[in-house]
């Protein structure tokens, strides 16, 4: 299984970015997928997860009315659409894949498979 993200860079505070997550699995479509996110020095933190089929979202409240997450389950891939950043979103994201339950999950044991993970730096 191979998850790859892409869509990171350098950007100033207000711009926008969208990352995109790859996967190999043929059965993309009975999987949910989630992002997370590492900035230096602190532990790793939810950001969004998707279902299967798109129809249950969830958001950390750090995200929620600037970021969406969103999946086309024909290409296999799921995206992170990131609006109004701040410096405070500067981490490493990661996408991840949970195959073991149907529904999106905030924590970051329920995901068993893990990408490479795309660094975005936010500039004030």
């Known amino acids: 299984v191979q998850l790859q993200a892409s869509g990171g860079g350098l950007v100033q505070a207000g711009d926008s970015l969208r990352l995109s997550c790859l996967t190999s699995?043929?059965?993309?479509?009975?999987?949910?997928m989630g992002w997370f996110r590492q900035a230096p020095g602190k532990e790793r933190e939810f950001v969004a997860s998707?279902?299967?089929?798109?129809?249950?979202?969830l958001y950390a409240d750090s995200v929620k009315g600037r970021f969406t997450i969103s999946r086309d389950n024909a290409k296999s891939t799921v995206d992170l659409q990131m609006n109004s950043l701040r410096p405070e979103d500067t981490a490493v994201y990661y996408c991840a894949e949970r195959r073991r339950d149907t529904y999106p999950s905030y924590f970051s044991y329920d995901y068993e498979y893990w990408g490479q993970g795309t660094l975005v730096t936010v500039s004030s």
């Open positions: 998707i279902s299967r089929l798109g129809g249950s979202i």
């Open positions: 699995g043929r059965t993309f479509s009975t999987y949910v």
